[in-house]
C-alpha cells in the first residue's frame, strides 16, 4: 500500500531536482539530508573536544601567543589529581550536588502531590511556583544576596523572629559553615518548580482506573502511594534527578553573583575553579585538562545513570 | 590672473588647514574602568575633539569586570580599544605579549620627556622591563589606596571623652596601623546618633584584585618584600617572613574585630556605601574617589577628612593608578598617539586635576598651590611617595589569583594560620614562574 504522503511528496518535487535525485539510493538521500547537521555537529562538539585533549598535554597558554606550547605529557592531569585543593572543590560541588538534588525531588514531588490533587485555586498557586524558575540566575543571586545581607536582609530577619537572636549575628554568604547551604537554599528555590512540573507530569500519566482497581482490592492510601504512585513516578522523578545533575554539576552565574566562590573557596564549585584557570590565569593547558577530567566524570556518572533508568523503565 | 591667483591661493590654504584635519579625522575609542575619574576625562577630552577634528568613543567597564574584559580584548586581538588606560600591572604583558605599542621612539619625535612626570609612575606605569627605558604607557592617572573618615564624629567631645577614657589618648588621625586598629575597634558597635556604627571597611573582596589591594596596605608598611633580591624571584623569607606574618595577622584582626558584619566580600563600591550610608567611622579606598566623596552632600564637606596609610615599620602604601597606552591591534594608531600627545600637554594636565583627575605631571604636583588645592591632596602627594606595587609580570593574573585565594582563605574564611598562608602563596608563586620558565 502506497503511502499517500510520500506520493504527495514524490509529485510535490519539482521535475529538475526528481531527476538530479533519481539515480541516487534511499541510503544516498538520507545521507544528504543528514550531513549538515553531522558536519555541524563536527564542528561544534567534536572538533573542540579532539582539540581540547590534545591541548590537555601541552603548557598552553592562550594570552601567549608569541610562545610555542610545549608538550608535556601527563603532567596537567598529574597536577590536577594531586592538588588538594581541587579536590576540596570537588567535595563542595559534591555537596551541592548531593544536597540540592535531594531537597529538590523531595519537595518537588510533595508540591508536585499536592497539585494533583486539583484544589481551588490550584492552577494559580502552580503559577506562583513556577515564577521562580522564569527568573534570570544573575537576577536570581542578586536578589537573594540582598535577603542574605546581615544587617537589612529579610533572611536573617524571618531568622531572627523564630529564634530571637540578633539578625546580624550571623552572616550566610561570609560564614565557612553557613554559605554552602545558602547556595544551597537559593538554588532549591529556584529549581524545585521544575522537579515539580516532571513530578507533576508522572502523576497525571498514571491511568485512574489502577487506583480504582486498588480500591476495590481495599488497599490502604499509603499502599497505593507506596505501590502505585512511587513506582510509576519514579522514571520521571529519576529524569528530574539527571537533568538536574547535570545542570548542577556545571553551576556557575547563580554561585558566583551569591558569594563568587568564597568566603575563601568554601563555595568554589569546580566549574568556577575552570573558569578562573582558563579565562582568568590563562592556563588553557592546564584547564582542558581540567575540563576532560570534568566531562570524563560527567559523561561516567550519566552513563551508569542512564542505565539505571532504563532498568526501571522496563519494569 | 590677479583675481585667480588670490582664488587659488585661498583654496590652497582651506585645503592645507581643513583637508588634513577632515582626511584624517578618525572615531577614537578609549577604553577604561567605570568610575569618577572617567567621567572627568570625558569632559577633558571634549577640548581633544575640537582641536583634533576626532570623536571620542568611551568604553567604560565596571571594575570587578575591567580586567577580565580587557585582558580579553588584547589576548584576543581586538580592536575595540585604540586607547587603553590599563592597569599597571598589566605593563608587563601588554608589553612582552605585543598588546601594548612601545612608546620611545614617538616620545623622542614630539620631545615628550618621562622626566616631566613624578619618577615613582613612571616605574609603576610605563616601563617594561621595571625601571628601563622602554616605555608602553604614559602616566595617565596616579592613585594609591588612602583612608577617610568621618571628621564630625572625630570632633564630637562625647566621643573624644569616650576615647580617651578607654585608650588614655587623644582621637585623631592614625599616625599607625595599631592606632588606625584602636580607633576602629572604638568605634565598632558603638551607638551614635541611636544608630549603631562600626570601625571601617576594608578591602575583601575575592574575584578580582580585592582583598590583595587591601592586605598589601598592612603588609608594605610592616616591610613586605616579594623578592629577596629584586629580579631573582627568591621569595622564601621575604615574602613569608615574620613582618609579613604579622602583617597578615593584623589585617585578619582588622576583619574580625572593626568592620561591619557582611562585609565578607566588599571592595571599591561597598566602602563607599558603607561610609556614605553612616555605618563606619573610616573607610580604605583609592584615592580616585576623594574629589566625589569631598562633594557628597551627605557626608562629605566639613564631616569627612583624609589621610594616607598610616606606617608601621615604614611608609607604605598601595599604587593604584594607570598609565594610557596605544593599542598595537587599533587601525588609528596615528590618531590614539595624537591623544596622548595633547595628554602630556602641561595645561592639559591641570586642567586634568581640576576636573577630578589625577595628574602625574611634575608641573602640577610642583606646583605650590598643590597641596592646598583639595584637602587631599597633600595626603596624595606623600602616599605617591611610598607606593608599592604588586608583581607586574606578564603572569600577574595568575600570581594575583593566587594571592587573592590564599589571603581570603585565611582572612576571611579563617582557615590555616597566616604563616601557613603565606608559604602556600609562595609555592603558587613558585609554579607560577617555574612555567613562566623564570626558575
Known sequence: MTDPIATRAAKATPPRVARQIKGLSDRAIAWIFVAPTIFLLLAINIFPLIWTIQLSFTNYKANRLNREPEFIGLRNYERILTDSDIWLNMQATAHFLFWTIALQVLIGFALAWLIHRNFKGSNFWTTVIVLPMMLSPAVVGNFWKFLYQPQIGLFNYIVTFFTRAEPSSFEMLGSVQLAPWSIVIVDTWMWTPFVMLICLAGLRSIPDYIYEAAEIDRASKLRQFFTITVPMVLPFLMLAVLFRGIENFKMFDLVVQLTGGGPGSTTELTSINLKREAFEKWRTGYASAYAIILFVTVFGLASIYVKALNKVKER | MKRFNAAAIGAALTCSVSVPTLASAEDLTLCWAAWDPANALVELSKEFEAQSGHSMNFEFIPWPNFADRMLNELNSGGKLCDLLIGDSQWIGGGAENGHYVKLNDFFDAEGISMDDFAPATVYAYSTWPKGTPNYYALPAMGDANGWFYRKDWFERDDIRAAFKEATGRELGEPKTQREMLEIAQFFQGREIDGKTVYGASIFTERGSEGITMGVTSALYPWGFKYENTPGSY?????????????ALEFYKEFYETATPP?????????????????????????????????????????????????????????????????????????????????????????????????????????????????????????????????????????????????????????????QEALDKLIEDWTEVFEDEGKL
Not at chain 2, 234 to 246: F, Y
Not at chain 2, 322 to 330: D, E, K, N, P, W
Open chain 2, 262 to 418: 557582611g562585609y565578607t566580600n566588599s571592595y571599591m563600591g561597598e566602602s563607599l556605601d558603607a561610609f556614605k550610608s553612616g555605618q563606619v567611622a573610616m573607610a580604605m579606598n583609592w584615592f580616585a574617589f576623594f574629589p566625589g566623596l569631598y562633594a557628597d552632600p551627605n557626608t562629605g564637606g566639613d564631616k569627612i577628612d583624609f589621610f594616607v596609610n598610616p606606617p608601621q615599620n615604614q611608609a607604605g602604601s598601595t599604587l593604584g593608578g594607570q598609565g594610557i597606552s596605544v593599542v598595537a591591534y587599533s587601525d588609528k594608531q596615528d590618531a590614539a598617539l595624537e591623544y596622548i600627545k595633547w595628554f602630556a600637554n602641561p595645561e592639559v594636565q591641570a586642567k586634568w586635576w581640576e576636573l577630578g583627575g589625577y595628574s602625574a605631571h611634575n608641573s602640577v604636583l610642583n606646583d605650590p598651590g598643590f597641596k592646598d588645592s583639595a584637602p587631599f591632596a597633600g595626603d596624595f602627594l606623600e602616599a605617591m611617595g611610598a607606593v608599592q606595587d604588586f608583581w607586574q609580570e606578564p603572569a600577574y593574573a595568575e600570581l594575583l589569583l593566587a594571592m587573592q585565594k590564599r589571603i581570603h582563605d585565611y582572612v576571611v574564611a579563617d582557615q590555616g594560620t597566616a
Open chain 2, 234 to 246: 627568591d621569595m622564601d623569607g621575604a615574602v613569608n617572613s615574620p613582618e609579613a606574618v604579622e
